[in-house]
């Protein structure tokens, strides 16, 4: 089983370029994430989805725009990239955030590292 | 006031050690809570759920105190393999909807 694979693993940009990243899950879960983790910050949720079709904002989600267009992709938009958003980016998945059903568990990928100069 | 805090460590314990971490929750209605294992460079993972009562795990036992907002998860007889981040999470039903945040992570050294 693949789980959620992300892509690309690693990537350099400059200043001002733009880049997407891509999370795909075959586990046929509801419910996608994408965090940034840094040093002393803990994961921090940018933006997540409850479905096909729909997305929300998390807790940073200024300088990131995301689409869910099919069930199993998750993707993470960078615009006009800064120093700023240097960073681990780890998407996820969960069956269900439904409180009735949720187990609980995010599913991870192995992160993205992105480093902007 | 964070949501969820945990000492950043790092804890540094010889082999065979028993170690605890502590992590406390300021939203009195957090609902369910988890510990999450990181290993460098890594994705986190489930290591276990929390649950009221106490609930155990091989050498792995993790505590919840509602009163006192805290969990905690204590390790025996530590091997290497344990060093590693524990990441704890806290889950706060909202409108149906379970809100997940986690902690910044409690690193643990298992030295030789």
């Known amino acids: 089983n693949a789980g959620v694979t992300q892509t690309p693993k690693f990537r350099v940009l400059k200043t001002g370029q733009s880049m997407t990243l891509l999370c795909a899950q075959d586990m046929n879960h509801e419910y996608m994430y994408w965090y940034r983790q840094d040093p002393g910050m803990g994961l921090r949720l940018i933006h997540y989805s409850v479905g096909e079709g729909t997305t929300a904002k998390g807790e940073v989600p200024d300088g990131y725009n995301v689409s869910r267009l099919k069930k199993q992709n998750f993707l993470l938009g960078l615009e006009s990239a800064a120093p700023s958003q240097t960073s681990v980016y780890f998407c996820?998945?969960?069956?269900?955030?439904?409180?009735?059903?949720?187990?609980?568990?995010?599913?991870f990928g192995e992160g993205s590292r992105l480093t902007v100069l | 006031r964070k949501e969820v805090e945990q000492d950043p460590g790092p804890f540094n314990v010889p082999e065979g050690a028993t170690v605890a971490f502590n992590c406390t929750y300021s939203n009195s209605a957090s609902q369910s809570f988890f510990w999450y294992r990181q290993d460098c460079r890594k994705e986190p993972k489930l290591l276990m759920s929390v649950y009221s009562s106490g609930n155990e795990d091989g050498r792995f036992t993790a505590q919840l105190n509602r009163a006192s907002q805290y969990i905690s998860l204590l390790i025996r007889d530590s091997k290497l393999s344990d060093s590693a981040t524990y990441l704890c999470?806290?889950?706060?039903?909202?409108?149906?909807?379970?809100?997940?945040?986690f902690g910044t992570g409690t690193k643990l050294q298992v030295i030789p």
């Open positions: 996820a998945s969960s069956y269900s955030n439904r409180v009735a059903r949720n187990t609980g568990e995010l599913f």
């Open positions: 999470v806290v889950n706060i039903n909202s409108g149906g909807y379970q809100k997940v945040t």
